[in-house]
């Protein structure tokens, strides 16, 4: 397990939940927003306390055990919530907060590309709610957006080119994995793989598993791991285990 990983996430849930408990805290001596048009359904003056308290719930349990999911769970609440109340660009934040996550994180799949696609509708739709403030504000929020979407990519791009040149030869002008472009998903069954090869690599690439953890869990010994690593070098035609992390990484490995 990377700790530096989970202890970064933990003090993101500390800052988060001290964000949340002042949210809440506010929520309760204001009067919700009769613009809202939540209103309608509900009296803003509760609902809005009601989510904060949820999603501060949510950060607690983050900060004990950090799960990406329910960050991911906590931007999307609270992106709606704040959108829907008069704080537009807050919510806009929070919803690219979590689509990064999923990116980063590597949750996308075949499977859930459709979510990710209902959650950017469902987050435009929630912009064109926001004319019980005023069209302007609408149409703000609207451009704000597509201009926050397009920034991000373009960081995204940006990075992806400066930082392609650290990567070394063997990964640069590998051609084992043909006609898969960066973030596909690809089986390591198709590239022959046996069981046990595909089980090492998939605890080195998804839980980051040393050669020394692996053989700890599996009850074999470092020399066994190592051969079968050398095994797997030669099928993706690289040279060592970072080698095999950076072309692996670039893509949603399955077994």
Sequence with gaps: MDRNRLNSERVVAVVGFIFL?????????????????IEKIAPTSIVIPVVHSICLLLAFTCIIKPGIYV???????ESELTILTGYEELGIFFFYAALILIFCKDILSKKSKRPVLIMVVLHFVTLLLTY?????????????????FAF???????????????????????????????????????????????TYVIENIHNKLSYKEISEKYFVSISTVKKIFAEVFKIFEVSNIEELRLLLLQYQVKP
Excluded at 31 to 37: L, Q, V
Excluded at 134 to 146: A, D, E, M, R
Excluded at 168 to 196: C, F, H, M, Q, W
């Design 21 to 37: 408990l002042i949210a809440t805290i506010m929520s309760f001596l204001w009067n919700g927003d009769p613009n809202s048009i």
């Design 132 to 148: 019980t403030h005023g069209l302007n504000i609408t149409f703000i929020s609207i451009g704000y957006s597509v201009f926050s």
């Design 71 to 77: 960050m991911i769970t906590i931007f999307l609440l």
């Design 152 to 198: 991000y990519l373009w960081i995204y791009s940006y990075l992806k080119a400066k930082f392609s040149c650290l990567f070394p030869k063997n990964v640069r002008e590998n051609n084992t994995i043909i006609g898969k472009p960066a973030g596909a998903v690809i089986s390591l069954a198709d590239y022959n793989l046996n069981e046990r090869q595909s």
